[in-house]
């Protein structure tokens, strides 16, 4: 949490996803109840700044539609041509700004660290919105609650 005056106030965290896991800085946003993480195969200014999540490296990734079945039949991660599942997320956030987010779903686990003294780890399989495009945003923590894997 940024605890100076002038800053945004928002909690930034570890999280990992997948197996094998992959490590990525996100800003944790308590008015919204999505996991939003930059997919690797967007190519706009707002994914490419920071680090991304790749279904294809990880073995228990999913392409789901929002009815959580498989997008394709008989196929991990959607192949060809696919017609699949989108959303458009708009949001707007006093101290990150405001933009779209265009995502498919992608279910997989998602890990997050212990605090403090204890030792340990919390993990949850769930479905993802990787974001496959993302609208530039104004500054850099703005990029971070669309966009929330820091490099």
């Given at each position: 949490?940024?605890?100076?005056?002038?800053?945004?106030?928002?909690?930034?965290?570890?999280?990992?996803?997948?197996?094998?896991?992959?490590?990525?800085?996100?800003?944790?946003?308590?008015?919204?109840?999505q996991v939003i993480l930059p997919?690797?195969?967007?190519?706009?200014?707002?994914?490419?700044?920071h680090r991304s999540f790749s279904?294809?490296?990880?073995?228990?990734?999913?392409?789901?539609?929002?009815?959580?079945?498989?997008?394709?039949?008989?196929?991990?991660?959607?192949?060809?041509?696919?017609?699949?599942?989108?959303?458009?997320?708009?949001?707007?956030?006093?101290?990150?700004?405001?933009?779209?987010?265009?995502?498919?779903?992608?279910?997989?686990?998602?890990?997050?660290?212990?605090?403090?003294?204890?030792?340990?780890?919390?993990?949850?399989?769930?479905?993802?919105?990787?974001?496959?495009?993302?609208?530039?945003?104004?500054?850099?923590?703005?990029?971070?609650?669309?966009?929330?894997?820091?490099?």
């Amino acid at each position: 949490r940024s605890d100076d005056a002038e800053a945004p106030s928002f909690y930034v965290g570890k999280v990992s996803v997948g197996h094998p896991a992959q490590p990525l800085q996100v800003l944790f946003d308590t008015s919204s109840g999505q996991v939003i993480l930059p997919h690797r195969a967007c190519k706009s200014t707002a994914c490419i700044e920071h680090r991304s999540f790749s279904p294809w490296s990880s073995s228990t990734a999913m392409d789901i539609n929002f009815n959580g079945t498989e997008v394709q039949a008989g196929h991990r991660l959607a192949e060809g041509l696919t017609v699949r599942d989108g959303a458009i997320i708009s949001y707007t956030q006093s101290d990150l700004g405001e933009g779209d987010v265009k995502a498919v779903l992608v279910r997989d686990s998602l890990c997050m660290e212990s605090a403090g003294q204890s030792v340990g780890r919390s993990c949850i399989d769930l479905a993802i919105l990787a974001a496959t495009h993302m609208a530039p945003c104004p500054t850099t923590a703005s990029s971070a609650w669309a966009s929330p894997a820091w490099p």
